[in-house]
């Protein structure tokens, strides 16, 4: 299990970095991503959140396998938008609708180095726009208006210890 970083901190707010070699420590990481992800309940995990300023992440949604992205592209957004209840392993106990396109293409590499492209729909494609926020270094709080976010976020406390 590796620790998280829990807002506020800087890591999550900064943009990452692409990843030029995917190589055995690539699996490695990405393995333990998964672990730490399903561990903690979570249905995504990127990069920036266990401290690792790299373009990856992992997302699982009920029903389906572990997947990871890396150097992640959103090639597509469906016109449609829809909101939906998401949370964040970063921001632990703080939930909102959230607004985001139904469907998406993506393209990315697998851990093995191989390109692959992806039509995702519902949970997965929203996990996955969640994600790619990370790499941006924004938080699903951050579509929110000022004056919603602070109410939301008044009792928000970071966990005292990392995991
Ligand atoms: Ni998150």
Same mark, same amino acid.
């Given at each position: 299990?590796? *620790?998280?970083? !829990? #807002?506020?901190?800087?890591?999550?707010?900064? @943009? &990452?970095?692409?990843?030029?070699?995917?190589?055995?420590?690539?699996?490695?990481?990405?393995?333990?991503?998964?672990?730490?992800?399903?561990?903690? #309940?979570?249905?995504?995990?990127?990069?920036?959140?266990?401290?690792?300023?790299?373009?990856? !992440?992992?997302?699982?949604?009920?029903?389906?396998?572990?997947?990871? +992205?890396?150097? @992640?592209?959103?090639?597509?957004? *469906? @016109? =449609?938008?829809?909101?939906?209840?998401?949370?964040?392993?970063? /921001?632990? %106990?703080?939930?909102?609708? /959230?607004?985001?396109?139904? &469907?998406?293409?993506?393209?990315?590499?697998?851990?093995?180095?191989? &390109? !692959?492209?992806?039509?995702?729909?519902?949970?997965?494609?929203?996990?996955?726009? #969640?994600?790619?926020? #990370?790499?941006? %270094?924004?938080? +699903?709080? =951050? $579509?929110? @208006?000022?004056?919603?976010?602070?109410?939301?976020?008044?009792? $928000?406390?970071?966990?005292?210890?990392?995991?």
């Amino acid at each position: 299990m590796i *620790s998280l970083v !829990f #807002h506020p901190d800087e890591r999550l707010v900064t @943009p &990452a970095k692409p990843l030029e070699k995917i190589d055995a420590s690539t699996q490695e990481l990405t393995t333990r991503m998964i672990e730490t992800m399903q561990n903690s #309940h979570g249905i995504g995990l990127a990069g920036p959140q266990v401290g690792r300023m790299e373009r990856l !992440f992992v997302v699982q949604v009920p029903e389906d396998e572990p997947r990871v +992205f890396i150097n @992640p592209r959103i090639t597509a957004l *469906s @016109p =449609d938008v829809g909101k939906y209840e998401e949370g964040c392993l970063s /921001i632990p %106990g703080v939930y909102a609708d /959230i607004k985001r396109p139904l &469907a998406l293409t993506v393209e990315a590499w697998d851990p093995r180095g191989k &390109a !692959f492209t992806l039509d995702a729909e519902g949970l997965l494609a929203r996990v996955i726009l #969640h994600e790619n926020d #990370h790499l941006e %270094g924004v938080l +699903f709080i =951050d $579509y929110l @208006p000022a004056r919603r976010r602070e109410r939301l976020m008044r009792s $928000y406390r970071p966990p005292g210890e990392a995991m």
